[in-house]
């Protein structure tokens, strides 16, 4: 069985900082990388961030960078989304799921899990 539960989203003024979590099933580990995605009212569903779970390895979009910082434990089966200096254009539902390649972040999986929203006010 496939499960994917994010937490940890909320309101927030521009500038504070957010710590998001994905609890993740073992099924949806073997797929070895995962990312966090995000979709803000009336827009296409955007690639944020990606962990490949055995190395660490990681990739962000332009617009995040050097602001969020995803990160796994191993332990907990979890990955999770530190989001530093947040603007109101981060305002959006995330979500977490599997992905192909760090390359080609593809998420892997039809079903999604509900989201955590996070709003940012200015």
């Known amino acids: 069985q496939v499960r994917l539960e994010e937490s940890g989203g909320g309101l927030v003024q521009a500038g504070e900082s957010l710590k998001l979590s994905c609890a993740a099933s073992?099924?949806?580990?073997?797929?070895?990388?995962m990312a966090w995605f995000r979709q803000a009212p009336g827009k296409e569903r955007e690639f944020v961030a990606g962990?490949?779970?055995?190395?660490?390895?990681?990739k962000y979009a332009d617009s995040v960078k050097d602001r969020f910082t995803i990160s796994r434990d191993g332990a907990k089966k979890t990955v999770y989304l530190q989001m530093n200096d947040l603007k109101p254009e981060d305002t959006a539902v995330y979500y977490c799921?599997?992905?192909?390649?760090?390359?080609?972040?593809?998420?892997?999986?039809?079903?999604w899990g509900l989201g955590t929203q996070v709003t940012v006010s200015s």
């Open positions: 962990i490949f779970w055995s190395t660490g390895d990681t």
């Open positions: 799921n599997a992905i192909a390649s760090l390359r080609l972040p593809i998420p892997q999986f039809r079903n």
């Open positions: 073992e099924r949806t580990l073997s797929r070895n990388s």
